[in-house]
Every structure is written in structure tokens, then in C-alpha cells.
């Protein structure tokens, strides 16, 4: 069995018949919801299948994704200059937020790449 890293994992699933299979791996773990009544109702992209057991979806194990907040200062290094990166509010990025509930554990949440620049320590 793999160890688990939970500052670049994240585990999702464990419900029989739910979860990733043979095949996803790269495939999106998204969330759906809003931070608040001024903000609609998308779709976060909060990871990437990475691995999961032998018996998916026949298991209570969950499948283990690459967490997104981990990698993002990599992903604005190399996209932001073929990127136009549009202005987000980001007064949803707190610890009660729900994404932050979802992808807690020394990553802050984000919701777009222009909100990530906020969201991450400075150097």
C-alpha cells in the first residue's frame, strides 16, 4: 500500500459503486457550489485522479487524488505568461468556506488562478 502524502493527496470516495477506476487517472475531481449568494453556482477543479485500489468501486477504500492547491504556484509559473488571468473576487477564500473544508490541510482554497496569487504565501 502506497503512503499517502496529505499536503499533495487528497482521498475521496469509499462508497461502493463511487469513486475512479482504471482508466481516469488524470481525469478531475471537481466540486460544485457557491461561496455565497453573490457568487453562481460552478464547478472548482480541486484534483486529479491519481490511484486508487484494485477492486474500484467494489470497496469501501477511497481513491487517492492529486491535490490541486499543492501545485498551483508550479502551474501560474508556467501559464502565466500564455494566460490572460481575469479578475475574481476572492472575500470566499476563508477557512468556513466549503472548498476550504474539502481541500484543508496547509493549502489554502482557491477558485480560479487569479485568486490563487492572494491565496498563496508571499516569498
Not at 500500500?1 to 475521496?12: E, F, G, H, N
Not at 504556484?73 to 479578475?87: A, G, K, M, R, T
Request: with cysteine; aromatic share 8%.
Amino acid at each position: 500500500m502506497r503512503k499517502l502524502d496529505p499536503s499533495s493527496q487528497i482521498c475521496v470516495g469509499g462508497k461502493v459503486g463511487k469513486g475512479s477506476c482504471y482508466g481516469d487517472s488524470g481525469g478531475p475531481l471537481t466540486w460544485m457550489g457557491s461561496f455565497d449568494s453573490a457568487i453562481s453556482v460552478r464547478n472548482y477543479l480541486i484534483g486529479l485522479v491519481s490511484y486508487g485500489p484494485e477492486d474500484c468501486g467494489k470497496t469501501e477504500n477511497p481513491g487517492v487524488y492529486t491535490r490541486m492547491t499543492y501545485f498551483l504556484q508550479w502551474i501560474l509559473d508556467h501559464l502565466e505568461d500564455e494566460v490572460n488571468i481575469p479578475e475574481v473576487r476572492t472575500e470566499h477564500l476563508n477557512s468556513s468556506s466549503p472548498l476550504h473544508q474539502l481541500s484543508s490541510n496547509k493549502t489554502s482554497s482557491i477558485s480560479s488562478f487569479a485568486s490563487v496569487r492572494q491565496a498563496l504565501p508571499s516569498t
